[in-house]
């Protein structure tokens, strides 16, 4: 199963995420699961990156990833674009459980 954690500051705004774990869908190179949340997860990093002035603190490794923004978890409002990027990104995770279940993918939201 694929571990989704999305993390929210005070103020109930997006700043960074973790993922972590295989689906298990279907074999290795056919999992539809796993290369949606792998292309979702990478495609907002490079977006945010490309697009924002934010810089993530970012760690990627075989089936591990986390991104984090340090100064949207103290200032929501100070990349509004790269905020958006993540609300879009934790969309994206939630169709996914909406379409396959909670079997493959868990979400979840940590106030930190």
Known sequence: MITAKLFQNEAARYWGF???GHADYAEVGEDIICAAVS????????SIEALT?????NRIEEG??????WQLK???ASCPQASLLLDALALGLQSIVESYGTEYLCVSTIQI
């Open 18 to 20: 973790q993922i972590s």
């Open 53 to 57: 002035p934010a810089r993530p603190d």
């Open 39 to 46: 292309a979702l997860a990478l495609n907002t990093i490079n």
């Open 64 to 69: 591990f990833l986390r991104c984090q923004i």
């Open 74 to 76: 103290e200032d929501p």
